[in-house]
């Protein structure tokens, strides 16, 4: 597998993640943290990745990772997309 392909798999991964944190939220609330999130909605084998937003409720977490260089570009074009679909 190409470094190319390697890097648009691991940005597919994360749209999809983002994405179910997205509307699990919307579900579940913000009355619970991203961890208890993703353990309710099966995604526990991302919890290392989200590490330094898990003590936070879903949103929030979010929009912290709007700070960070990594998700920046994920979560606004998944917050586009989800806030039109809802």
Same mark, same amino acid.
Do not use: C
């Given at each position: =597998?190409?470094?190319?392909? !390697?890097? &648009?798999?691991?940005?597919?991964? !994360?749209? &999809?993640?983002?994405?179910?944190?997205?509307?699990?939220?919307?579900?579940? $609330?913000? *009355?619970?943290?991203?961890? @208890?999130?993703?353990?309710?909605? $099966?995604?526990?084998?991302?919890? *290392? =990745?989200?590490?330094?937003?898990?003590?936070? %409720? %879903?949103? #929030?977490? #979010? &929009?912290? =990772?709007?700070?960070? @260089? $990594?998700?920046? *570009? #994920?979560?606004?074009?998944?917050?586009? &997309?989800?806030?039109?679909?809802?």
């Amino acid at each position: =597998m190409s470094s190319q392909d !390697r890097r &648009t798999k691991a940005f597919q991964e !994360r749209v &999809t993640l983002i994405l179910n944190i997205l509307k699990a939220a919307r579900m579940e $609330g913000e *009355d619970i943290t991203l961890n @208890e999130l993703l353990s309710l909605v $099966g995604l526990e084998r991302y919890k *290392d =990745m989200l590490k330094d937003y898990l003590e936070y %409720p %879903p949103r #929030i977490a #979010i &929009t912290l =990772m709007l700070e960070d @260089e $990594g998700w920046r *570009d #994920i979560v606004r074009l998944l917050a586009k &997309t989800h806030v039109n679909k809802y």
